[in-house]
């Protein structure tokens, strides 16, 4: 088998149940084998002969199945396993660092937000997730790597789960520090909606420990089919579904998280969102009363009134490219040249703090709002003088060739030589992905984003606006632009600006 058709950026992705998608390529034997080259690259990188290896995975429905086989190819290797069962990825990571537990490595089995047909793996070490090469090494490995039979299955249970929480409790004690000291969320109510992923945990094992009131808290049981909406903060239907709870139950913060617990996003008691420039404005407040004129890395999609704040509040923003993992290596980077960097974040509600190993844990994020909140303070109150667009829109448009990359950059070359002989636009300093284009109060006050995908065959647009109207002004303008593009389907912002005329 080719493995490597399984790699998506640093992680493992796959159809794993039938559907009417296509066919089903990651199996168990896949599982098996992967898991097997990871513990085979791990004891090279390491040089140790034996290996300690954790396994966790989230509600999929082939969640255990998957645990199972990943446990028997790392016995294959000689591997000494724990099944974690149930976690978050946030808290396989913590495995690896935790006093007590260290271990060498470990997997999580997980795809995110995406459907209940698919999944797929996460590899962790104590310095971090692994990079894209290093999924290609392993992918490389795996084709090579034979499992002999009969198949071990031996592992150790460990509750972890119960560990990492713990430690999630002990950190808001100690921040808060609070009259009533083990009870800091005590007269708070605050609800979580975890959407029948992993992270209905984050009520029973820390706010209700914590004193907090969770009356009105939905969605917390493990399901695999996600019955009631995708598990993802950025979904329409998952952030209206944690308003309503919110509204409804009075709460003074509902939670969202995603199905492994990676990203979150939050509603105000007022029904406002803390999510994408709001969540990164908030947390971007919090580091910066803690260490003064800090670097706050973000993706490329951000705001300009975000930028504003984060320098009127006394702090340095990088806008830097899409991918938690390059948000994340580029703050890091930047900490090993000298320069402090206490937070990373993107839009999408991955983020990660430096006091936290860099781990994009959305259950961490959250820590950080509830030791607000628990110290008395109105987050509200901290972003009031966020200066939120009036309008914003993100298109995408399939790119119609087989050379993705090559034709993306042609068509970006393209406009970036089209913005000095187009009126009302510059370009943005210090953009480092596509092409940032800054438009000014004349000509639709605001600005767009275009840039090559990650890992899909389009070019996503982003435009942000000002002033009511602005987004479709500056969308024609482009439009005029991209025209002549036949190897774009332009469809998306040809309905856009119909619909807006």
Avoid at 59 to 79: H, K, M, Q, Y
Avoid at 216 to 237: A, W
Avoid at 334 to 359: P, R, V, W
């Amino acid at each position: 088998m080719d493995y490597s058709k399984l790699q998506n950026g640093s992680d493992i992705r796959g159809i794993a149940m039938e559907n009417e998608t296509g066919p089903v390529n990651l199996t168990d034997d896949a599982v098996r084998h992967l898991a097997a080259a990871f513990a085979v690259w791990l004891k090279g990188k390491l040089n140790k002969d034996s290996l300690k290896i954790a396994v966790g995975h989230d509600s999929r429905l082939t969640g255990e199945l998957f645990v199972n086989a990943a446990i028997e190819g790392l016995n294959s290797e000689g591997c000494s396993c724990a099944d974690c069962g149930l976690a978050s990825t946030p808290a396989m990571f913590m495995t690896t660092v935790t006093e007590g537990y260290n271990y060498d490595g470990s997997i999580m089995i997980t795809a995110s937000h995406l459907p209940w047909y698919r999944n797929g793996m996460k590899f962790f070490t104590a310095h971090g997730g692994l990079e894209s090469s290093d999924i290609k090494e392993l992918t490389a490995i795996a084709g090579k790597t034979e499992i002999s039979v009969p198949l071990n299955n031996n592992a150790e249970k460990l509750d972890f789960m119960t560990v990492y929480s713990d430690h999630l409790c002990e950190t808001i004690k100690n921040a808060v520090k609070a009259d009533d000291f083990e009870h800091p969320l005590k007269g708070l109510h605050i609800i979580v909606d975890a959407g029948n992923g992993d992270g209905g945990f984050y009520v029973s094992k820390v706010l209700e420990p914590l004193g907090a009131d969770t009356t009105g808290s939905q969605f917390l049981e493990p399901d695999g089919h996600f019955p009631n909406h995708i598990p993802n903060p950025e979904n329409k239907e998952a952030a209206e579904a944690i308003k309503n709870a919110t509204l409804a139950s009075k709460a003074d913060l509902g939670i969202i998280f995603d199905t492994d617990v990676d990203r979150a996003g939050a509603i105000l008691p007022s029904g406002r969102e803390l999510t994408r420039n709001a969540l990164i404005a908030v947390l971007s407040r919090i580091a910066l009363s803690e260490h003064p004129g800090t670097t706050i890395v973000t993706d490329s999609v951000t705001s300009t009134g975000l930028a504003e704040f984060i320098t009127s509040h006394g702090g340095v923003h990088r806008r830097f490219k899409r991918g938690y993992k390059n948000v994340i290596d580029e703050s890091i980077r930047l900490n090993n040249e000298g320069t402090d960097s206490q937070l990373a974040i993107e839009t999408s509600g991955h983020g990660a703090f430096k006091e936290n190993y860099f781990l994009d844990d959305g259950a961490y994020l959250m820590v950080k709002l509830l030791v607000e909140l628990g110290k008395g303070h109105k987050l509200d109150e901290m972003i009031a003088d966020l200066k939120e667009p009036v309008e914003s829109i993100e298109l995408r448009f399939p790119v119609l060739a087989e050379n993705v990359s090559l034709i993306s950059d042609k068509i970006l070359e393209t406009i970036k030589a089209a913005v000095p002989l187009t009126n009302g636009w510059s370009l943005a300093p210090d953009n480092f992905e596509g092409v940032r284009i800054n438009v000014d109060a004349d000509h639709g006050n605001g600005w767009l984003l275009l840039r090559k995908s990650l890992h899909e065959p389009i070019m996503p647009l982003n435009i942000e606006s000002d002033e009511e109207g602005g987004c479709s002004i500056i969308a024609r303008t482009l439009y005029e632009l991209l025209k002549p593009e036949t190897t774009l389907d332009l469809q998306s912002i040809i309905d856009f600006i119909g619909r807006s005329l």
